[in-house]
């Protein structure tokens, strides 16, 4: 087969991933959305406190940091394929325990659960990455872009399940809070079954073929052990610059989305009004992401990096400021979903972009160990920071965050 040929082999595999990613992140996204509006109210139900209210959220995001290495590391040995059908498989079977806890009012087993359910989120991510394994550097922010934008519709649409879910698990004899996840638990067999029959040939597995072959791919191979994915990120000053972007929007993005329906309810919000001002945010997360992409690709990855960080320093300035007002609330929600997705996609790219063929899988892996690590620490240190200092110290503190960001831009350009 000559070089051409291959090549164009490579271009229309590339466009069957992306496709199958699409169809595999809506499957999941509505698996993951399905049970967020509920993970809280069953911890709250079965623990019988408060306190352990926010614990089912916590649980899916430690879940995910825990299975978000050795995901990237099966990746560099066995392929994409292998990597995200455990990933979801683990999800289904979290989500099973789920039910089964529901049922048998176990708290214990609720937790497991959910931990377990995090690998859905972790698959979620690293589809991210599976897009741009045979990308070329022209359309690779693009390509990555679409994925985190199919998203868009689990997210949306799978809150806005628990009434049917409600009534799903009456008709089959179960408690009501275990509905919705009976959606989740389809969603990740879905996704699990359309990556495992569908993703042939590996995407990441032809990339690391096509080196011997010459051609303009930039391939991956075995992924390395956490420590040694940082020590490689930090002989890099670009692929410091994103990882740093990655981890400071998401934390920037957490801490302030986690405090926003505290602060609306304080002043009299009604719940609709806090469910329109999420759903807005989320919006601003996903739905522009095809923008940043193309963007990113045009502009260059650290220009669009320094546009979400603006973003973000806006959102805080906005929603830090907005008082009683859900609209200007409201205004700075979008704003902060519209910086992180900007400082993902971009970041996302430089990183995979900034380090070596044979780093990549294992420092991806530990982006998003680091990503989900951080998020569970800002959802809880924001509410500390919001007893001491209010709302508006909240997004001072975010703004704070974002400036460490800015001063590795500089560095990384001038190197």
Known sequence: MTTTATSTDLVDLQRRTVRLLVATQVAGGLGIGSAVSVSGLLALDLSGSQVWAGGGGTAVTLGAALVAVPLARLAGRRGRRFSLTLGWSVAAVGALLVVLAAVTSAFWLLLVGLLAFGSGNAANLQSRYTAIDLAPVTTRARDLSVVVWSTTVGSVVGPNLTGPGGALARGLGLPELAGPILFSLAGFVVAGVLVWVRMRPDPLLTAVASRAASLPVRPAGPALPASSALSTVARSPRAVLALATIIGSQAVMVSVM???????????????LVGLT??????????????FGWLADRWGRVPVLLLGQGTLLLAALVAGTAGQSPWRLGLGLVLLGLGWSAGLISGSTLLAESVPDEARPGVQGTSDLLMNLVGAFGAAASGVVMAVLGFGGVNAVAAVIVLPVLLLAVRARRG
């Open 278 to 291: 999420i759903s807005l945010h989320i919006a601003g997360m996903y739905g522009l992401s095809p923008v």
């Open 258 to 272: 986690t405090m926003t329906p505290v602060q609306m309810k304080g002043h009299g919000a009604t719940l609709t």
